[in-house]
């Protein structure tokens, strides 16, 4: 599997089993290189070109899902499975038992007090965030 991620984060993607690209000029180039030109399946959590950076990859839109840019994804059939796909307590449950055996991981970026809420939604704008940002009451 192959994550797109700064070079900051690429250290994190390693340790869970991904093998780190960094994005930005060339990233197509790197993902070729990185899979050996054989990408199977493509989830875009972007936006920004990447369904069309899949479609250039070579996947099939049935291979490819992204949950921002529905534009491109209605053009060419890919699905647009998000957070409304995995509301249901099926899901919830399987995450709920993920999460007892230590399989899912969810970092904490940062916290704010309620009355930093405008810096907390600052940082989420700045896309940079490893995690969640939490606003504790
Ligand atoms: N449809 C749905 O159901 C649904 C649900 C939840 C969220 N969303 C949307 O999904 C998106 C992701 O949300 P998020 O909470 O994960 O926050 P986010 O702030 O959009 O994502 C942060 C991550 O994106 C990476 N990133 C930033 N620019 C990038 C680029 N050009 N290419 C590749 N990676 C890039 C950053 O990596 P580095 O720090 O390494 O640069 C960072 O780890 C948001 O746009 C949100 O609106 C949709």
């Excluded at 690209?21 to 990233?27: A, K, M």
């Excluded at 999460?99 to 940062?110: C, K, N, Q, S, W």
């Excluded at 896309?127 to 939490?134: A, C």
């Amino acid at each position: 599997m192959i994550g797109l991620a700064s070079e900051p984060h690429h250290a994190w993607l390693e340790k869970h089993g991904v093998l780190p690209v960094t994005y930005g000029p060339g990233t197509a180039v790197r993902i070729r290189e990185a899979s050996g030109g054989r990408v199977d399946a493509f989830i875009d959590t972007i936006g920004e070109g990447y369904v069309a950076l899949a479609v250039e990859l070579g996947v099939r839109p049935a291979r490819i899902d992204t949950i921002r840019d529905w534009k491109a994804a209605t053009e060419i059939g890919a699905h647009t499975y998000g957070e409304g796909a995995a509301a249901s307590a099926v899901v919830l449950g399987e995450l709920a038992r993920l999460a007892a055996r230590g399989r899912l991981e969810v970092p904490i970026a940062r916290t704010h007090p309620p009355e930093a809420v405008q810096e907390a939604f600052r940082a989420l704008e700045r896309r940079h965030t490893h995690g969640k940002i939490v606003l504790r009451p």
